[in-house]
């Protein structure tokens, strides 16, 4: 069974504070992974993604990618209220682009 | 451009009764997919389309649900008979076909309760 894990949470920062989030995966044949942010009673929508080894930038978000250590992240930067929410990790685990998703960490960001 | 869009959004069943979702996803969109998503977990995928054949229904409980993509456009997934456990969120996403676009897009959803 191939998966990908997230600790559920809730993951509590100030505002303003780096939020870290963390993802493992097992299938070390996994190409790309997501980030999916999803609100209470919403669909989730796509953050950013990365494929490559390393770290990723969009604005407050960044992603890293350890193969090596099936290990993705996702730091937020100036955490906003605004960014509570349940953030899901998923990973592209073969070329039929499937997409299998953690069960996602709840991340509280306190005024 | 229109995003993938979903109906009836909200239903209320009884045991052993069925019911069926629609999703027509956005225009052009190869690959199609539908994820179940039950309160507090990640969406699991059901099965995925590409085109109008069958990629992967390996999670998709035979014996009670049932999906089509006539056409390779519109889909239905069906449960028939429903139980208590597939109260769920019935996500329906789709992606291109073109190589290195990797964005996949979930439409809102349709919320079943079971009871």
């Known amino acids: 069974q191939k998966e990908v894990e997230q600790n559920s949470g809730p993951l509590s920062v100030p505002e303003g504070a780096i939020a870290s989030l963390n993802c493992t995966y097992s299938?070390?044949?996994?190409?790309?992974f997501f980030w999916y942010r999803q609100y209470s009673g919403k669909s989730p929508e796509l953050i950013m993604f990365i494929y490559s080894n390393g770290d990723k930038e969009d604005g407050r978000f960044t992603a890293q990618l350890n193969k090596a250590s099936q290990y993705v992240s996702l730091l937020i930067r100036d955490s906003q209220p605004s960014d509570s929410a349940t953030y899901l990790c998923a990973g592209q685990v073969d070329s039929s682009y499937k997409l299998i998703f953690g069960s996602g960490t709840r991340l509280l960001v306190r005024p | 451009e229109a995003g993938v869009a979903q109906s009836p959004r909200y239903k209320i069943i009884e045991k052993r009764q069925s019911v069926a979702f629609w999703c027509n996803p956005i225009s052009g969109h190869a690959t199609l997919y539908w994820y179940q998503q039950i309160l507090g977990q990640g969406p699991k995928l059901l099965i995925q389309?590409?085109?109008?054949?069958?990629?992967?229904d390996s999670q998709l409980p035979k014996d009670r649900f049932s999906a089509e993509r006539l056409k390779g456009v519109d889909s239905t997934l069906k449960i028939q008979p429903a139980k208590l456990e597939d109260s769920a969120v019935y996500l329906c996403?789709?992606?291109?076909?073109?190589?290195?676009?990797?964005?996949?897009?979930f439409g809102e959803g349709s919320w079943l309760t079971v009871v």
């Open positions: 996403a789709s992606r291109p076909l073109r190589q290195g676009l990797n964005t996949i897009y």
């Open positions: 389309f590409q085109n109008n054949g069958v990629v992967d």
């Open positions: 299938d070390r044949g996994s190409q790309s």
